[in-house]
């Protein structure tokens, strides 16, 4: 029988077929392969009695996967940033969206809380990631602005929602559907940060077809298995200037005759994005570093 794992809890992994969703226990021959199954993963299981328990058999080839949090077959992420309370955190959407395209996931960014924007935060920062070729959708719970928008690029597919604690990801997934029950959370104004509010990473079916992610949150972006090169290629910005760097290998930084620096100078490419991809340059600089030491 095949299915998808859709929710794991102290070892045991509820997945979801045709017939019923079934209890399985991983066979112990995944732990001596040190294989880990994941929320996502489309396996194969035997049910071995009347009570509906089973074994996953087997774990089918994955199309992508991410390690923090362990989930499996994605289609796309929506990165999710409020426009106040807390601030918007660009070069946390900036990581993640590196993440989403060396993982080959789809990115998507919303931009929330667009009912608390009293100057126009949302237009100037929707325009940078517009600009860079990103999808952008504006919501707000309140009125629910956008709503619609963001149920139409999640039909039919499985998505992961990630951002900041506090950005309303609970908030956007009770509007979208309301029987989901999500627990949701305030800020905190004394650290400008929301509570966390998940607990464990589970797969929810959405009426309109397709899967969404509830996860406790992508927690820091740890980037430094990329190289620097992988990096700058991820910057879809930066694609329209390939081959015209007066260096074949251009890093777009301290390089003469570098065609983005020019861009950036003519305001063609966003100075925010710029400055985030020259720190994300160093870490993972660092990381190489630490690496050859």
Request: with cysteine; charged share 25%.
């Given at each position: 029988?095949?299915?998808?794992?859709?929710?794991?809890?102290?070892g045991l992994?509820y997945?979801?077929t045709?017939?019923g969703?079934?209890?399985?226990?991983?066979?112990?021959r995944?732990?001596?392969d040190?294989?880990i199954?994941?929320i996502g993963?489309r396996?194969?299981?035997?049910?071995v009695?009347?009570?509906?328990?089973?074994?996953?058999?087997?774990i089918?080839p994955?199309?992508?996967?991410?390690?923090r949090p362990p989930v499996?077959?994605i289609?796309?992420?929506?990165a999710?940033?409020s426009?106040?309370?807390?601030?918007?955190?660009?070069l946390y959407?900036?990581?993640?969206?590196?993440?989403?395209?060396t993982s080959?996931?789809?990115?998507?960014i919303?931009?929330n809380k667009i009912?608390?924007?009293e100057?126009?935060v949302?237009?100037?920062?929707?325009?940078?990631?517009?600009?860079?070729?990103y999808?952008?959708?504006?919501?707000?719970?309140?009125?629910?602005?956008?709503?619609?928008?963001?149920i139409g690029?999640?039909k039919?597919?499985?998505?992961?929602?990630?951002?900041?604690?506090g950005v309303g990801?609970?908030?956007?997934l009770n509007?979208?559907?309301?029987?989901?029950n999500l627990?949701?959370?305030?800020v905190?104004?004394?650290?400008?940060?929301?509570?966390?509010?998940?607990?464990?990473?589970?797969?929810?079916?959405?009426k309109v077809?397709?899967?969404?992610?509830?996860t406790?949150?992508?927690?820091?972006?740890?980037?430094?298995?990329?190289?620097r090169?992988?990096?700058?290629?991820?910057?879809p910005?930066f694609?329209?200037?390939?081959?015209?760097?007066?260096?074949?290998?251009c890093?777009?930084?301290?390089e003469?005759?570098?065609k983005?620096?020019?861009?950036?100078?003519a305001g063609e490419?966003?100075y925010?994005?710029?400055?985030?991809?020259?720190?994300?340059?160093?870490?993972?600089?660092?990381?190489?570093?630490?690496?050859?030491d």
């Open positions: 029988m095949k299915g998808v794992i859709v929710k794991g809890v102290g992994y997945v979801k045709e017939s969703v079934y209890p399985c226990r991983a066979r112990g995944f732990r001596k040190e294989i199954p994941m993963d396996v194969e299981i035997d049910v009695n009347e009570r509906g328990e089973g074994f996953i058999k087997e089918l994955r199309d992508n996967f991410m390690i499996a077959n289609d796309q992420v929506i999710v940033f426009v106040t309370n807390p601030d918007p955190n660009l959407v900036d990581k993640l969206l590196l993440m989403c395209h080959g996931i789809c990115p998507v919303c931009i009912d608390l924007d100057k126009d949302a237009s100037y920062y929707g325009n940078i990631y517009i600009k860079a070729g999808k952008v959708v504006f919501t707000s719970t309140v009125n629910k602005t956008g709503i619609g928008e963001l690029t999640m039919g597919k499985v998505s992961a929602m990630a951002g900041p604690s990801k609970s908030s956007l509007a979208i559907q309301p029987d989901l627990k949701t959370g305030d905190s104004y004394k650290a400008n940060r929301g509570k966390h509010t998940t607990k464990h990473v589970e797969l929810l079916e959405l077809g397709g899967y969404i992610l509830d406790p949150g992508f927690g820091a972006i740890d980037l430094s298995f990329l190289t090169a992988e990096v700058a290629a991820s910057y910005e694609k329209a200037y390939q081959g015209q760097c007066r260096f074949v290998d890093l777009h930084i301290f003469p005759g570098c983005v620096k020019e861009a950036l100078q490419i966003s925010e994005r710029y400055q985030n991809y020259t720190r994300i340059q160093e870490e993972v600089k660092a990381a190489e570093e630490r690496r050859y």
